[in-house]
């Protein structure tokens, strides 16, 4: 089985939320609205806090000078297509607000109470990502999510579990 790993941020300012709207000539996910982020290169797969770093640094100019209380918040499984896609999902606050223009695609602040507007395209494993924090909020633990199948109705749906130690 092929594997992917990638690593992205949701980062806020205030009540807001950047989101990038992604170039419509990328291969993932094109014209789609998506957190900041990317694939992990060969010398990140242990450390997917530098490849976020990288990746922000990449499509925004923030350094980590310009990024406060960074923090590793999910971890999303998804074997899509055989291919197997390991995401690791990343809060932070951006101290200011200005970025650099990306080939990847537009940048926008976008406020907190309207990023899941039902008429924003959100890649669906993002989507119910940040519809999960917007209902939990930040937790002292990370959260695991495995996209599945519903048996029943064969809809998607994404399984959150604590990643805790159970203490053994």
Not at 15 to 25: A, C, I, T
């Amino acid at each position: 089985m092929k594997c992917r790993m990638m690593a992205a941020a949701m980062l806020f300012h205030d009540d807001e939320l950047l989101m990038m709207e992604r170039s419509m000539s990328r291969t993932l996910n094109p014209g789609m609205w998506a957190a900041v982020g990317g694939h992990l290169e060969p010398d990140e797969l242990s450390r997917p806090r530098h490849a976020c770093l990288r990746e922000i640094q990449e499509e925004t100019g923030f350094g980590p000078d310009d990024i406060a209380d960074l923090k590793l918040r999910y971890i999303l499984l998804r074997n899509k297509e055989g291919e197997l896609r390991q995401q690791f999902i990343y809060s932070g606050r951006a101290l200011r607000r200005d970025f650099v223009d990306t080939d990847e695609g537009d940048l926008h602040w976008v406020p907190v109470a309207e990023v899941l507007d039902r008429d924003r395209d959100i890649p669906y494993i993002y989507r119910k990502t940040l519809e999960h924090y917007f209902r939990t909020g930040p937790c002292d633990h990370v959260w695991v999510g495995v996209a599945n199948l519903d048996p029943p109705s064969g809809q998607p749906r994404v399984d959150w579990v604590p990643l805790t130690d159970p203490n053994y």
